[in-house]
C-alpha cells in the first residue's frame, strides 16, 4: 500500500509539474514571437519561425559545449567554471553601476542610519510592517562598517554569493544525476542572464538562495543520514530566511521530502527521519528567536522579525485590474488606516469582495500565470533601467536572450519529466520538481513580480539539466560508460 502511495504521488507530482513547465514554455513562446513581431517588423510566422530557429541554435550550442566539457577533468572544469562565473559577474558590476532604487534604497538608507545611530530612517511604516527586512538592512550595514558607505562592498559580495550559487548547483545536480548534467547545469546558471545582470543591484536575493541552496545540497546529500547535518541545514535555513523570508515555504518543501524518505519501511528509519525533521524545525526557529531577541535588545526594532502586514501579498495578488502586480491605487486605499487590525480588516474585506466572481479568478489567475513566468524579466530593467535612453539596443538583446535561455531550460526540464514518465523518481529529484511546484502555485496567490522568479532559476537549471543529459542518453549521444560516469 505504501509503494502504491508512493508511485501515486510521483506520477501526480509530474503530471502536474508537466502541465505547468508546458504552460510556461507557451507563454514564454508567445511573449518572445510578439517581441520579435514588435521589435524587427517580422510577420508572425517569420516570427515563429525565428524563436524555432534561435532555440534550435541555442540547443545546438549547448550540445556543441557539453560535448567539449565532458572531456575536462573535474578540477579542470570546476576551475574553470569558477573562474568564469566569477570573472563575468564582477566585469558587470565594475560596467555598470546601478543606484538603490524603491525597497532596496529603504535598506541601503536603513543600513547607513544603523551605521551612525540614526534611527529615523528605520522608523517608518516600511520597517513597521516588514520587519523582517531589518536582517538584511543590518547585514548591510555590518559591510558599511567595514569597508565604507559605497555600495561596492554588498555589490562583490553578491558576485561571491552568485558563485556559490553557481558551484552548488553543478555539486546538486551532480549528486541527483551525474557529473555530465552537474556540468550542464552550472554551465547555463553561470551564463543566465538575470542570475548576472542582478548582482549591481543591492538586492537580498543572492546571499539567501546561497544559503537555502547550500542547505539543500547538505539535505541532499547526507542530511537523514548523517548524525549532525540536521543543525546546519536548519541555521543555513534560518539564515537565508532572515535575509529574505522564504523560510515558511521552504519548511514546507522539506517536509514534503522528510515524508516521501518516511514513507521507506523500517521503524528505525522512521524515527531517524522525524527526529531529523523535527530538529530542523527547532533549530530554525531558535535561531530566528535569537536574532530577533538581540535586535530588539539592541534597539534595532521593537518587534520580532515578522511580517506584521501579512495580507498585503493577497490584496496585491487578488487585483485584477493589475493582474496581481504592484498597485499604486490598493497601496494608497489600505495607507490610510493604521496599521494592525483596522487594516487587517480593510485587506481582509477587499480580497473577499476580490475573489466573489469565480470566472473573473479563474481569468484572473491564468493572467498571474502569464505575469509571472511569461512575460520578459525585468531583471535587465532593474539592472539597468537608470541607462534607459542610452542602452536601449543592449536592453532589447538582453530582454530577448533571457527568454531564449528561459524556453531551453523549460525544454530541458519537459524533456526530463517526459522521459522519465514510465520510471519512479526517487525523492532528492522529486523534492526539486516539489520545489518548483510550489513556489508556481503560490505565486498564483500572493503578488507577481518576474524578479521573484531568481529564488527557483537555479532548481530548473538543475531539472532542465537532467533532461538534457536523459535525452542524450536516449539519443545514444553518450556511451554506456559517460552514461553513468557523466
Given at each position: 500500500m505504501v509503494n502504491g502511495l508512493n508511485k501515486g504521488l510521483h506520477k501526480l507530482l509530474m503530471i502536474i509539474t508537466l502541465s505547468f513547465f508546458g504552460l510556461m514554455f507557451y507563454f514564454s513562446w508567445r511573449t518572445e514571437q510578439q517581441y520579435i513581431e514588435e521589435q524587427l517588423r517580422f510577420s508572425n510566422l517569420g516570427a515563429f519561425a525565428l524563436v524555432l530557429f534561435l532555440l534550435i541554435i541555442l540547443g545546438a550550442l549547448l550540445f556543441s559545449l557539453s560535448y567539449y566539457i565532458r572531456k575536462l577533468k573535474s578540477r579542470t572544469f570546476l576551475f574553470l567554471l569558477i573562474f568564469v562565473a566569477f570573472s563575468v559577474r564582477l566585469i558587470w558590476i565594475l560596467t555598470i553601476n546601478t543606484p538603490p532604487a524603491t525597497d532596496f534604497r529603504a535598506m541601503y538608507h536603513g543600513a547607513v542610519g544603523i551605521l551612525y545611530g540614526d534611527w529615523a530612517p528605520i522608523q517608518r511604516e516600511y520597517f513597521y510592517s516588514w520587519p523582517y527586512q531589518l536582517g538584511f538592512t543590518a547585514y548591510e550595514s555590518f559591510l558599511l562598517s567595514l569597508f565604507g558607505e559605497e555600495t561596492f562592498s554588498i555589490k562583490f559580495l553578491n558576485v561571491l554569493y552568485g558563485v556559490g550559487t553557481v558551484f552548488f548547483t553543478y555539486k546538486i545536480a551532480s549528486l541527483l544525476l551525474n557529473e555530465f548534467a552537474g556540468r550542464i547545469a552550472g554551465i547555463f546558471y553561470t551564463f543566465y542572464i538575470p542570475a548576472i545582470v542582478m548582482t549591481s543591484v543591492l538586492t537580498n536575493q543572492y546571499i539567501a538562495i546561497f544559503f537555502f541552496y547550500w542547505a539543500f545540497y547538505l539535505l541532499l546529500k547526507n542530511g537523514i543520514n548523517h548524525k549532525w547535518n540536521w543543525i546546519f541545514i536548519g541555521i543555513l535555513l534560518a539564515l537565508g530566511d532572515i535575509m529574505r523570508p522564504l523560510g515558511a515555504f521552504i519548511l514546507l518543501a522539506v517536509s514534503c521530502y522528510m515524508f516521501l524518505a518516511f514513507l521507506k519501511k523500517g521503524r528505525i528509519h522512521k524515527g531517524r527521519v522525524?527526529?531529523?525533521l523535527i530538529g530542523i524545525f527547532a533549530v530554525f526557529y531558535f535561531v530566528h528567536y535569537l536574532v530577533s531577541a538581540s535586535f530588539i535588545a539592541w534597539g534595532i526594532t521593537e518587534y520580532p522579525l515578522s511580517n506584521r502586514n501579512p495580507l498585503w501579498k493577497f490584496?496585491?495578488?487578488?487585483?485584477?485590474?493589475?493582474?496581481?502586480?504592484?498597485s499604486v491605487d490598493d497601496a494608497e486605499y489600505v495607507a490610510r488606516y493604521p496599521l494592525g487590525t483596522e487594516r487587517n480588516g480593510v485587506e481582509q474585506e477587499l480580497i473577499k469582495k476580490r475573489l466573489e466572481d469565480k470566472s473573473e479568478v479563474a481569468a484572473l489567475l491564468w493572467k498571474k500565470f502569464n505575469n509571472m513566468w511569461g512575460i520578459r524579466?525585468?531583471?535587465?530593467?532593474?539592472?539597468?533601467?537608470?541607462?534607459k535612453?542610452?542602452?536601449?539596443?543592449?536592453?532589447?538583446?538582453?530582454?530577448a536572450s533571457e527568454r531564449m535561455?528561459?524556453?531551453?531550460?523549460?525544454?530541458?526540464?519537459?524533456?526530463y519529466l517526459f522521459l522519465s514518465f514510465r520510471v519512479e523518481i526517487d525523492k532528492k529529484k522529486a523534492f526539486f520538481l516539489i520545489l518548483i511546484l510550489g513556489y508556481v502555485l503560490v505565486h498564483l496567490l500572493v503578488e507577481v513580480q518576474t524578479k521573484y522568479r531568481f529564488f527557483i532559476n537555479p532548481a530548473l537549471a538543475i531539472i532542465a539539466s537532467l533532461g538534457f543529459v536523459t535525452l542524450f542518453c536516449h539519443t545514444k549521444l553518450l556511451s554506456d560508460r559517460e552514461r553513468k560516469e557523466g
Amino acid at each position: 500500500m505504501v509503494n502504491g502511495l508512493n508511485k501515486g504521488l510521483h506520477k501526480l507530482l509530474m503530471i502536474i509539474t508537466l502541465s505547468f513547465f508546458g504552460l510556461m514554455f507557451y507563454f514564454s513562446w508567445r511573449t518572445e514571437q510578439q517581441y520579435i513581431e514588435e521589435q524587427l517588423r517580422f510577420s508572425n510566422l517569420g516570427a515563429f519561425a525565428l524563436v524555432l530557429f534561435l532555440l534550435i541554435i541555442l540547443g545546438a550550442l549547448l550540445f556543441s559545449l557539453s560535448y567539449y566539457i565532458r572531456k575536462l577533468k573535474s578540477r579542470t572544469f570546476l576551475f574553470l567554471l569558477i573562474f568564469v562565473a566569477f570573472s563575468v559577474r564582477l566585469i558587470w558590476i565594475l560596467t555598470i553601476n546601478t543606484p538603490p532604487a524603491t525597497d532596496f534604497r529603504a535598506m541601503y538608507h536603513g543600513a547607513v542610519g544603523i551605521l551612525y545611530g540614526d534611527w529615523a530612517p528605520i522608523q517608518r511604516e516600511y520597517f513597521y510592517s516588514w520587519p523582517y527586512q531589518l536582517g538584511f538592512t543590518a547585514y548591510e550595514s555590518f559591510l558599511l562598517s567595514l569597508f565604507g558607505e559605497e555600495t561596492f562592498s554588498i555589490k562583490f559580495l553578491n558576485v561571491l554569493y552568485g558563485v556559490g550559487t553557481v558551484f552548488f548547483t553543478y555539486k546538486i545536480a551532480s549528486l541527483l544525476l551525474n557529473e555530465f548534467a552537474g556540468r550542464i547545469a552550472g554551465i547555463f546558471y553561470t551564463f543566465y542572464i538575470p542570475a548576472i545582470v542582478m548582482t549591481s543591484v543591492l538586492t537580498n536575493q543572492y546571499i539567501a538562495i546561497f544559503f537555502f541552496y547550500w542547505a539543500f545540497y547538505l539535505l541532499l546529500k547526507n542530511g537523514i543520514n548523517h548524525k549532525w547535518n540536521w543543525i546546519f541545514i536548519g541555521i543555513l535555513l534560518a539564515l537565508g530566511d532572515i535575509m529574505r523570508p522564504l523560510g515558511a515555504f521552504i519548511l514546507l518543501a522539506v517536509s514534503c521530502y522528510m515524508f516521501l524518505a518516511f514513507l521507506k519501511k523500517g521503524r528505525i528509519h522512521k524515527g531517524r527521519v522525524v527526529k531529523k525533521l523535527i530538529g530542523i524545525f527547532a533549530v530554525f526557529y531558535f535561531v530566528h528567536y535569537l536574532v530577533s531577541a538581540s535586535f530588539i535588545a539592541w534597539g534595532i526594532t521593537e518587534y520580532p522579525l515578522s511580517n506584521r502586514n501579512p495580507l498585503w501579498k493577497f490584496v496585491l495578488g487578488f487585483n485584477h485590474e493589475t493582474g496581481g502586480q504592484y498597485s499604486v491605487d490598493d497601496a494608497e486605499y489600505v495607507a490610510r488606516y493604521p496599521l494592525g487590525t483596522e487594516r487587517n480588516g480593510v485587506e481582509q474585506e477587499l480580497i473577499k469582495k476580490r475573489l466573489e466572481d469565480k470566472s473573473e479568478v479563474a481569468a484572473l489567475l491564468w493572467k498571474k500565470f502569464n505575469n509571472m513566468w511569461g512575460i520578459r524579466d525585468e531583471s535587465i530593467f532593474w539592472s539597468m533601467g537608470h541607462q534607459k535612453e542610452s542602452a536601449q539596443d543592449i536592453h532589447k538583446v538582453l530582454y530577448a536572450s533571457e527568454r531564449m535561455m528561459f524556453l531551453l531550460l523549460l525544454f530541458g526540464g519537459i524533456a526530463y519529466l517526459f522521459l522519465s514518465f514510465r520510471v519512479e523518481i526517487d525523492k532528492k529529484k522529486a523534492f526539486f520538481l516539489i520545489l518548483i511546484l510550489g513556489y508556481v502555485l503560490v505565486h498564483l496567490l500572493v503578488e507577481v513580480q518576474t524578479k521573484y522568479r531568481f529564488f527557483i532559476n537555479p532548481a530548473l537549471a538543475i531539472i532542465a539539466s537532467l533532461g538534457f543529459v536523459t535525452l542524450f542518453c536516449h539519443t545514444k549521444l553518450l556511451s554506456d560508460r559517460e552514461r553513468k560516469e557523466g
